[in-house]
């Protein structure tokens, strides 16, 4: 059974929970998922303890009365993987996702933008590919960026969807980073 999680359905707690599971399996335990919003059997979600039943049944709540979308829950779970190795479904938090809401507006993207003019004009920086070039201690400039948090993510994926692929190199924890904004990204397309 394969449930749309578009606008006008009524998300259920079994949907969240996919969710979850189906990043789980690809970020975490780097299995093939083809469709992170494909529902799980029924069974898994009855297995689980009701902690977790009573999250999803939460975040489910909360979308269904537009506090947020499912789309801000997919933003959180990606940001989240950013700064963390593992999400459990504690991690689901009112607060949290509303704080990281704010992010994917053009408001912040805007700021991102202003950031990044006056950071290429004091470090006289004239390519798009500097931003993205492996420094000594394996990491690149917009990496350093990100996980600081002077960007939003939202600024690199939307700068990718602009540029053609860049030939970087991947290196320890910058190829865990570019991984999950590449599979972010191409959720955000689709």
Do not use: A
Not at 30 to 35: A, D, I, P
Not at 39 to 63: A, G, H, M, T, W
């Amino acid at each position: 059974m394969y449930i749309s999680m578009n606008k006008t359905k009524r998300i259920l707690p079994i949907n969240v929970f996919s969710l979850v599971r189906n990043l789980k399996d690809k970020i975490e335990r780097s299995k093939k998922v083809n469709n992170i919003e494909k529902v799980v059997y029924k069974l898994q979600y009855d297995k689980q303890p009701e902690f977790v039943k009573n999250n999803c049944r939460n975040v489910s709540n909360y979308i269904n009365s537009s506090h947020y979308t499912f789309e801000d829950l997919k933003n959180f779970l990606f940001y989240t993987y950013l700064f963390q190795e593992k999400i459990n479904y504690n991690n689901l938090k009112y607060d949290e996702i509303i704080k990281i809401k704010k992010l994917f507006t053009d408001d912040q993207y805007k700021k991102d933008q202003d950031v990044m003019l006056g950071l290429s004009k004091r470090l006289k920086i004239k390519k798009i590919d500097d931003y993205f070039k492996i420094n000594d201690d394996q990491k690149s400039l917009m990496f350093d960026l990100i996980i600081n948090k002077f960007v939003s993510p939202l600024f690199y994926i939307k700068m990718l969807q602009h540029t053609p692929e860049l030939d970087v190199e991947d290196c320890g924890e910058h190829r865990r980073f570019r991984t999950i904004l590449s599979e972010w990204r191409k959720e955000r397309v689709n």
